[in-house]
């Protein structure tokens, strides 16, 4: 079983920037895709960015530019810098592992406010 636990979350103003984190167990870490996602109230869940285990990301078009996603194979995290942050980023962003087997998982959640 793995187990994700996501930090770096907090409230912060527009165009401020805020790194989030997202720790895993286990030893599957290195050939998984890792994900963020997030979801705000009322609103359907939404990827906002993909890496590979290979290093290759993909980013939704409403954080192109402003988000970066990477990863430290040596400590089993992967990272979300956030600048530019807009008070429409406000959400739980919640990380996702999916394996070699096509098992996922997922962290409990963090939340990020920006206020305008």
């Known amino acids: 079983q793995v187990q994700l636990v996501e930090s770096g979350g907090g409230l912060v103003q527009a165009g401020g920037s805020l790194r989030l984190s997202c720790a895993a167990s286990?030893?599957?870490?290195?050939?998984?895709?890792m994900r963020w996602f997030r979801q705000a109230p009322g609103k359907q869940r939404e990827l906002v960015a993909t890496?590979?285990?290979?290093?290759?990301?993909s980013y939704a078009d409403s954080v192109k530019g402003r988000f970066t996603i990477s990863r430290d194979n040596a400590k089993n995290t992967v990272y979300l810098q956030m600048n530019s942050l807009k008070p429409e980023d406000t959400a739980v962003y919640s990380c996702?592992?999916?394996?070699?087997?096509?098992?996922?998982?997922w962290g409990q959640g963090t939340q990020v406010t920006v206020s305008s």
């Open positions: 286990g030893n599957i870490f290195s050939g998984s895709t």
């Open positions: 996702n592992l999916i394996s070699l087997t096509a098992r996922s998982f």
């Open positions: 890496i590979s285990s290979h290093g290759a990301t």
